[in-house]
DNA sequence: CAAGTCTCCTGTTAGC
DNA sequence: TGCTAACAGGAGACTT
């Protein structure tokens, strides 16, 4: 659930309250948690051991911690309800805590991964020369990335035999979109979840891309989104910006625009909601049948 | 090979 | 009241 102005939220609080400090002490709490490391827990925090740790970076819903005088990231992702919090040494564990970091220095903090559902975790990689980790080279840009290539997104989506929704959530043709600000993009360019990439105007993309921009950006600046207590910044403080969502969660309440009560699709185990009036459902495409004009 | 589907996980809530 | 089913959903693995 935590996208991309979520972990924005987050990499700022790891740039503010970690990077710098060095690596005393890494206890794995749940396995599961550095299941990508293929070594194991044992041997990922032999590694960040006596380490200090660089500038936080981020793309899309990724975010890592280069470790200085190596060629490594500590990487991170928060699933579905990972947290990244910056605790006192003497705070009670959470229930779901996973992972603690200790510094050797005297701040008096310590960094936790905190995760109910396990979906998201921490681990080590070899950076590319790009200094990304090698595995999520793959992952496409994400549109607050100053060398994002709108150009060749236009491109690639014309080029997709699939629907808009599906291409804005496909991280390696833009990365950072999830379903809240794809619902959200799509009620604010009036597209239906459902609308073929194949033929869609250059202008009607284009605004599209405007209206991720734009909606990622009012969610940032007022600390992201915060349904409960899962979705927090570092020091485990809630975002504003549910109370700004004109279609996510709105089944049943009118629409912002036209008043029409909002709906709500099951759509590839999920939901996607949208207005039945301001979003039209695509005119189906017959393929002509064999023998016929 | 691209596109679509399945699966992992746990806490909350709706419904009977 | 207590049980079950639905739901939340990112992304790698898997299938078509």
Redesign the pocket.
């Known amino acids: ?3 991309l102005p979520e972990v924005e939220v987050v990499r700022r609080g790891l740039q503010r309250w970690v990077s710098g400090r060095t690596i005393a002490e890494v206890q794995v709490l749940h396995p ?1 948690a550095v299941r ?1 490391h293929l070594a194991g827990a044992g041997d990922f925090a032999a590694r960040l051991k006596g380490h200090s740790v660089g500038i936080a970076r981020r793309r ?3 975010l890592w911690l280069p470790l200085a005088d190596t060629d490594s990231s500590v990487l991170g ?5 990972g947290q990244l919090l910056v605790q006192p040494e003497d705070a009670a564990d959470e ?2 805590l996973r992972i603690r970091i200790r510094f050797d220095d005297s701040l008096g903090t310590e960094l936790r991964f905190v995760d ?5 975790g921490l681990s080590l990689h070899d950076n590319t020369p790009d200094g990304l980790p090698d ?2 080279a ?2 496409a840009r994400d549109p607050l990335d100053p060398a994002f290539d709108d150009g060749g997104f236009h491109t690639a989506l014309r ?5 808009v929704k ?1 291409a804005l ?4 043709l833009i ?6 600000y ?1 619902d959200e993009a799509l009620w604010r360019a009036r597209l239906h979840y459902e609308r073929p ?1 194949t033929g869609l105007p250059r202008a009607r993309s284009a605004e599209l891309l405007g209206h991720v921009r734009d909606v990622m950006n009012a969610a940032l600046a007022v600390g992201g989104t915060s ?2 207590s899962l979705y927090v910044n570092v020091n485990g403080e809630s975002g504003y910006f549910d109370r700004s969502l004109d279609a ?2 709105r ?1 049943g309440e009118p629409c912002r625009r036209c008043g029409t009560l909002m709906r ?1 699709r ?1 759509w ?4 996607s909601y949208f207005c039945p009036r301001c979003q039209r459902p695509p005119r189906i495409v017959r393929t002509p049948l064999p023998g016929k004009l």
């Open positions: 659930m935590p996208e599961r990508r899309g819903k990724y992702h928060l699933g579905m309800s229930k779901h109910q559902r396990t979906f998201g595995v999520i793959h992952i080029l997709r035999r699939t629907t599906r959530l496909d991280q390696s990365s950072g979109v999830g379903n809240i794809a990439t349904f409960d996510y969660g089944e709500r099951p590839m185990n999920r939901s």
